[in-house]
């Protein structure tokens, strides 16, 4: 199967600093990729929905300029939590799509996700 | 978004019992989708059935789907301890690169 892989799997920061968070499709090309959070033992929130070379669609109450999205390669997506607070701490998984393939079939192949901790 | 509802919330059950979990959800959809999550980890894609099919099998997985009830069951059979994880459905209404809407999840421990 395709393979995800999310830089770093952990990082733990001081309230205020900015945190990217790196999300790469090792072995095929993500013309999609989307960004999830998860509060322990909560299902998985989509937070925004990243196509390469356009901008992020963001759901509702997903504050954009907190959270930004640039998706610059058909094989690499960026989150940053801009000026991150103690809330802001949860698992972040991101997830990519293949467009046009026979595995395109909405399936998506997830990253081993991130936790980030803000002190 | 909506997400989908699961029951039961928590399932424990011996080692080489069978392990049926539920999933229901709210609007029309073009797929449905299982998924396992080891705690701490992501996601690994297990199953996925389409709106026009009833029922899927995969090893020891079986997928069922009642689209005019909304619903979906996921059934593991002998199940063995490394099965203990949270297991999550997922709703697609579309293909390609729709966004999927996530289920609460149930959190199965497989007792040795």
């Known amino acids: 199967g395709a393979v995800v892989s999310q830089h770093p799997s952990w990082v733990i920061c001081k309230s205020g600093t900015s945190v990217k968070i790196e999300c790469r499709s090792l072995?095929?090309?993500?013309?999609?990729m989307f960004w999830y959070r998860q509060f322990p033992k909560q299902s998985l929130m989509l937070m925004a929905t990243?196509?390469?070379?356009?901008?992020?669609?963001?759901e509702q109450g997903v504050e954009k300029d907190k959270f930004l999205i640039n998706h610059a390669s058909l094989t690499l997506s960026t989150l940053t939590v801009t000026s991150a607070h103690p809330e802001d701490s949860s698992f972040y998984i991101c997830?990519?799509?293949?467009?046009?393939?026979?595995?395109?079939?909405?399936?998506?192949?997830f990253g081993p996700g991130t936790r980030l901790t803000v002190l | 978004s909506q997400q989908g509802e699961e029951d039961p919330q928590a399932l424990s059950i011996q080692e080489g019992e069978n392990a049926t979990m539920n999933c229901s959800y709210k609007t029309s959809i073009n797929n449905l989708q299982w998924y396992r999550q080891n705690s701490g980890r992501g996601l690994v894609h297990l199953i996925l059935?389409?709106?026009?099919?009833r029922e899927k099998h995969s090893g020891r997985l079986r997928v069922t789907l009642d689209t005019s009830k909304k619903s979906s069951s996921l059934l593991i059979t002998a199940s063995r301890a490394a099965d203990t994880a949270s297991y999550f459905c997922?709703?697609?209404?579309?293909?390609?690169?729709?966004?999927?809407?996530f289920g609460t999840g149930t959190r199965l421990t497989i007792i040795p």
């Open positions: 990243s196509n390469e070379g356009s901008k992020a669609t963001y």
């Open positions: 997922a709703t697609g209404r579309g293909f390609g690169n729709e966004k999927l809407t």
């Open positions: 072995d095929f090309q993500a013309t999609t």
């Open positions: 059935i389409r709106s026009n099919e």
């Open positions: 997830s990519a799509s293949e467009w046009g393939t026979p595995r395109s079939y909405n399936e998506q192949f």
